[in-house]
């Protein structure tokens, strides 16, 4: 009998580790930021700079490069502990560019 263990949510981006007989499941988010819609207000990466951060060449947000999906900075692959973070900084942009996709 193989012990599974579930951390958040959603069924895609899973990613599955085997230990001991025990199957840890991973989960990651797609986040995405309308760039071209951003108005520099601050709030994402003040919110949650672990993910978004001032792209110094235009002043628009954009997801750190470790997180962005084939070098996109509108385009992210986010782990379970950022999560909430993600989720808060969607919720709170005053212009809702950013997409969180479970």
């Known amino acids: 009998m193989t012990n ?34 951003c108005t520099s207000c601050t709030t994402c990466w003040s919110t949650c700079p672990e993910v978004f951060e001032e792209d110094p060449a235009d002043g628009m947000s954009r997801i750190r490069e470790a997180f962005r999906i084939s070098g996109d900075p509108g385009k992210g692959k ?25």
Not at 13 to 28: P, W
Not at 78 to 102: F, G, K, L
């Open 4 to 37: 599974s263990f579930s951390f958040l949510w959603g069924k895609r981006n899973q990613e599955k580790c085997f230990s001991s007989g025990a199957t840890l499941v991973l989960r990651m988010a797609i986040v995405t930021i309308k760039r071209e819609d």
């Open 78 to 102: 986010v782990p379970d502990e950022h999560y909430n973070c993600v989720q808060e900084a969607a919720t709170v942009c005053p212009v809702e560019i950013i997409n969180v996709e479970e």
